[in-house]
């Protein structure tokens, strides 16, 4: 009794102490600076025999990527600065080198040729000057080849096929007849290799299949055979295990799953309602890995269940699965080396990291952090996982942030402002973990909300494909709905609830400011302002997706009308300030440039940012932190709070307050 009316005394004293100050006013030591300085993003972890490869994004060098070994203690960068290792196929790139034996093999951003560094280090170029580009290599050593994709760019057509590669930079095509190829993967005595593919409407989400064939003396490929896929599955990872048993996941049961192919047979290794796969947007994905001990194959594995990613070890043969204790709630990129297993992990309460686990006495170790964070952590605000009925009749799922500040208090009566963020893909899924882009709101007072609508990942095939033919409605609702709940449960002012999204989340951001009366303020981020648009001008891997999110094209092209909401800007009535990168090939800036011109027509509160030198995502610290500045700016013209920030103003046109 008398330890909790100490702890009690505390607590008040720690209230007293604390300001009495409007949402949105508070001083946080979580600033713009914080998000991008002594910051970096992991991309991907690569093994090679006993090397350990990692490739690393750094927004303070512009955006470039690059590629670090691991020496046993600390990462040691192998690549010349000169060069941004990169690659563009499908727009989105990937996993952009491949190592063997020493050697590396890269493909630079600035000419998409190949290179190559030897053992001395020396860069040399593999691929001669073109316009082709390459992604997903295998180095086979025995045939001195480079098996990979190559995305060949013509004058009117864009064509993808897996090519043959030798030392002196001839490129063969050995598989063509699809729209696309991906994840390539060869067996350990290099006779074999299989590799991913489909064709347009169906993304690989959709409808990807996954073959198998054998590798001639010359690298040419024969026998190929569909080992698994079809119009109502899609394939993801599929990699050999050391006695040629080819594993791979697949959606086929709702819930993508682990099966094994042997023998012309398919077995599952451990149903399950869980994730462990994930959308194909790039190159190099992975959420598995084995290791071998005492003559048996384990596989260790993420999954997504609950809105929550979990580690496991799996036994193939008994078919048993142990769920591995840690401290982390999100894992991607899973690579094992001897009897460890590496990944990226983050939780709540940690950033980023490239992470060692031992499989023998589960004990981990960070070897690297996204970023050094030194804060106290009652500045951070901890995730709430909610799900929610809709009004379309099902379940969708929230991370909700309250407003955490150690040094404030609201003042009496007030509810916060608060940020609804639709995330983009639309199959991307929002993970409850710290990230310093959220709390960079919620230690200045805002509630924020990542809604996972319906189409969003985790959830299985089912939800994900909930929105095909719905998207600009179930998408928006869902986040309209997420709004309203946190008002009625008295978390959020109804009258200051605000949007933001990116991309396929900037399309659902300017549709419910558009389509729905509930949001008081904006923001996109290289967001879609017009379907038909984007339609008639986008690059391939996307260039159908539409079909399936909205309806055959252009066949239903009333209705692409409809849910564009660039046709429907008289019933805008909020402010919206717009982002846009100048060299975006996914969404180009003419989307945001006419929807700028529409606000400002309706004599709207508005404000466009256009980067240069940036493209569909911003990669450049400077532009990454003029962004969220602006929009901190932008929103405390608009609700007319006082902000504490020393910021650049920017200039909102038709402001009248």
């Not at 995330?423 to 809604?451: C, M, N």
């Amino acid at each position: 009794m008398k330890i909790f009316i100490k702890i009690l005394l505390i607590l008040t004293v720690c209230r007293a102490m604390a300001i009495d100050e409007n949402y949105g006013s508070w001083i946080s030591p979580i600033t713009s600076n914080s998000i991008v300085e002594k910051t970096i993003k992991f991309a991907n972890i690569y093994v090679d025999g006993n090397d350990l490869y990692l490739s690393e994004m750094r927004p303070s060098e512009k955006g470039r990527s690059t590629i670090l070994k691991y020496n046993g203690k600390t990462f040691e960068e192998v690549l010349d600065k000169q060069f941004h290792a990169k690659t563009k196929v499908h727009e989105y790139g990937g996993l952009s080198f491949a190592a063997k034996d020493g050697e590396i093999y890269f493909s630079n951003f600035e000419d998409q040729r190949i290179y190559k560094i030897n053992k001395k280090g020396k860069i040399s170029p593999i691929t001669p000057v073109s316009t082709d580009r390459y992604a997903n290599f295998i180095i086979d050593k025995k045939r001195e080849l480079i098996f990979c994709v190559e995305e060949e760019h013509l004058e009117n057509e864009v064509n993808n096929s897996i090519v043959k590669i030798d030392e002196n930079g001839k490129v063969t095509k050995i598989a063509t007849g699809f729209d696309f190829y991906s994840s390539l993967t060869i067996s350990d005595d290099n006779k074999k290799l299989a590799f991913l593919a489909w064709n347009q409407p169906d993304m690989p989400w959709d409808a990807a299949e996954l073959w198998e064939s054998d590798i001639e003396d010359n690298g040419d490929l024969k026998n190929l055979k569909r080992v698994a896929g079809s119009e109502t599955e899609a394939i993801f990872q599929p990699r050999f295990s050391k006695d040629g048993s080819l594993y791979f996941v697949s959606d086929r049961t709702n819930f993508w799953n682990l099966y094994k192919y042997k023998d012309d047979e398919i077995e599952s290794i451990y149903p399950m309602d869980a994730e462990f796969g994930l959308p194909l947007w790039v190159f190099g994905m992975s959420t598995y890995d084995f290791f071998y001990k005492d003559g048996k194959t384990y596989i260790v594995a993420c999954y997504t269940k609950n809105s929550k990613d979990n580690l496991a070890i799996i036994d193939v043969e008994n078919k048993t699965l142990e769920k591995v204790d840690s401290r982390y709630s999100y894992f991607t990129n899973i690579a094992t080396l001897d009897e460890k297993v590496f990944f990226f992990g983050a939780s709540p309460l940690d950033v980023t990291s490239v992470v060692s686990l031992d499989l023998k006495t589960k004990k981990s170790e960070i070897l690297k952090k996204s970023r050094d964070l030194q804060i106290d952590l009652r500045y951070i605000s901890e995730p709430e996982f909610i799900e929610f009925e809709t009004q379309n009749q099902h379940v969708s799922y929230m991370i909700y942030y309250p407003p955490t500040n150690k040094d404030y208090i609201s003042k009496k009566g007030e509810r916060p402002p608060l940020i609804v963020q639709s995330h983009g893909g639309p199959t991307s899924q929002a993970v409850g973990v710290l990230k310093l882009e959220i709390q960079y709101w919620t230690s200045r007072g805002f509630g924020f909300v990542d809604v996972n609508y319906a189409g969003s990942t985790g959830y299985g095939r089912e939800f994900r494909q909930k929105l095909y033919g719905n998207w600009g409605i179930y998408d928006v609702d869902d986040c309209v709905d997420a709004a309203q709940y946190l008002v009625k449960k008295g978390k959020a002012d109804e009258n200051r609830l605000i949007i933001r999204g990116g991309s396929a989340g900037g399309y659902t951001t300017l549709a419910a400011l558009t389509f729905r009366d509930v949001f008081h303020a904006g923001a996109s981020y290289f967001g879609i302002s017009d379907i038909i648009a984007l339609v008639e001008d986008t690059h391939k891997f996307e260039a159908k997706y539409e079909d399936k999110l909205v309806g055959p094209y252009p066949e239903t092209k009333q209705l692409y009308f409809e849910r564009s909401p660039i046709n429907f800007t008289e019933q805008l009535s909020c402010p919206i300030i717009l982002f846009q990168g100048e060299d975006d090939k996914i969404v180009p800036p003419n989307q945001a440039e006419k929807m700028y011109k529409a606000l400002n027509e309706k004599k709207l509160p508005t404000a466009y940012l256009l980067f240069e030198n940036e493209g569909h995502g911003f990669r450049n610290a400077k532009a990454i932190k003029k962004a969220i500045e602006s929009e901190l700016y932008f929103y405390s013209r608009i609700f007319g709070f006082e902000i504490k920030d020393d910021i650049e103003p920017i200039k909102i046109q038709n402001l009248k307050i």
